[in-house]
């Protein structure tokens, strides 16, 4: 019963923003087009994974993928001759597509035949709560699909729905962070592929990243996807202030509350759930010097290290 209950709570967020969207958006048809999608994409490509294999790795799988598909059906669905609809499908389309991509080439290099560190650091947790491993499996991989039909579709859906014509010089400002962000994040993944890869031809093993960007962070293309939301809130405020001005007096405030609870979950996801904290269990027990590297340089937003 205690499981359950936290269960419910943890999505009752989730289920709040579907709802406010559904009673803020003009036509809501986008909202449960692609909630039917999402919940048809994670059904296939996560939880049956997950109920035949007893592995949440699946979801690095569809969540991304379900990214792209918003992307796909606002170019799709959405007003064709906004252009600020063929920009925030785009945006979708391309960042979603770019994890989507990735983690099929992984799943095709057989990575996925073993659960991630950061799913099996779940597990840890789950057994520390005394809960039941397969339901909490079950719900966690559910949670990030019903994440995709709410909070993560919001920027895409409150833009999608703005009649406007042309784009402000807010939401200029925020597309230009979008690519600084995306920039960002593709660069740290470089470097550290780089680096992993001299690594190996060295026949250096565990050895940690402290080169490029992650000098100055531990986890510079957290922080970078991190930053990648936040621009997606800030190019969606021209949006709420439309809304806003269409609608009842509560319709603005909640909109922005809810872009502010998106990238709080953001940050909460990358640096605690399944990001830094996950990564940092295991990178302390396998490598060597890592404690150091700790002390010395700061976990996620990126400063000059510590001497």
Not at 8 to 36: C, M, Y
Request: charged share 15%.
């Amino acid at each position: 019963m205690h499981q359950l209950r936290a269960h419910l709570l943890a999505s009752l967020p989730l289920v709040a923003v579907f709802v406010l969207l559904q009673v803020a958006l003009p036509d809501p048809t986008l909202l449960w087009v692609n909630a039917l999608a999402q919940a048809l994409l994670f059904v296939g490509v996560a939880l049956l994974p997950a109920w035949r294999t007893g592995r949440m790795s699946y979801v690095d799988i569809a969540w991304p993928l379900g990214l792209a598909l918003i992307g796909l059906q606002v170019l799709l669905l959405g007003d064709p001759s906004n252009l600020r609809t063929l920009v925030i499908g785009l945006l979708y389309l391309i960042a979603g597509g770019r994890m989507g991509v990735m983690a099929l080439v992984g799943w095709r290099h057989g990575h996925f035949q073993r659960e991630l560190p950061r799913y099996e650091y779940q597990r840890l947790r789950w057994q520390r709560r005394g809960w039941n491993e397969r339901a909490a499996l079950l719900f966690e991989t559910a949670s990030q699909g019903l994440a995709n039909m709410s909070v993560l579709a919001l920027p895409a859906l409150l833009q999608a729905a703005n009649p406007a014509p042309g784009l402000s010089a807010l939401e200029l400002a925020g597309h230009a962070l979008w690519l600084a962000a995306l920039v960002f994040e593709n660069v740290a993944d470089t470097q550290k592929a780089r680096f992993g890869a001299r690594m190996r031809s060295a026949g250096q093993k565990n050895a940690h990243c402290d080169v490029g960007l992650w000098r100055y962070s531990r986890h510079p293309n957290y922080f970078g996807e991190w930053m990648v939301w936040n621009a997606l809130a800030l190019s969606s405020l021209p949006s709420v202030l439309v809304l806003a001005a269409a609608g009842p007096v509560w319709r603005g405030p909640l909109l922005a509350a809810a872009l502010a609870y998106m990238s709080w979950v953001m940050y909460g996801v990358l640096t605690h759930y399944s990001g830094a904290k996950p990564a940092e269990h295991y990178s302390v027990l396998k490598r060597p010097g890592y404690a150091e590297y700790q002390r010395r340089t700061s976990m996620f937003f990126p400063r000059r290290p510590l001497d």
